[in-house]
């Protein structure tokens, strides 16, 4: 059963940085795709950012310019670094993993707050 660990989460002030990480069991290099979710209180979950297998990447706009996602596949670990958090990045933040032919795994998510 391959697992997800994510960790990184904690308080931040507005305007701040912290950098999310995501530890797989398993080589990431066998997954189609990475990506970050992210869910607030009352809301759904929302996607935050992806990458692909060969390295792209894209982003939700309401992070772009803000936040990256990396992979260092020689750890098995995905990142996200978010910088200039605001208010509304609150949220517990999950990672995601795609496996071909099989269904989306999860992590446990990881606590963010942003507040002053």
């Known amino acids: 059963q391959v697992q997800l660990v994510e960790s990184g989460g904690g308080l931040v002030q507005p305007g701040g940085s912290l950098r999310l990480s995501c530890a797989a069991s398993?080589?990431?290099?066998?997954?189609?795709?990475m990506a970050w979710y992210r869910q607030a209180p009352g809301d759904q979950r929302e996607w935050v950012a992806r990458i692909l297998s060969g390295g792209s990447a894209n982003y939700a706009d309401s992070v772009t310019g803000r936040f990256t996602i990396s992979r260092d596949n020689a750890k098995n670990t995905v990142y996200l670094q978010m910088n200039n958090l605001k208010y509304e990045d609150t949220a517990v933040y999950y990672c995601s993993a795609d496996p071909p032919s099989a269904s989306r795994l999860w992590g446990q998510g990881t606590q963010v707050t942003v507040s002053s």
């Open positions: 398993r080589s990431i290099l066998s997954f189609n795709a």
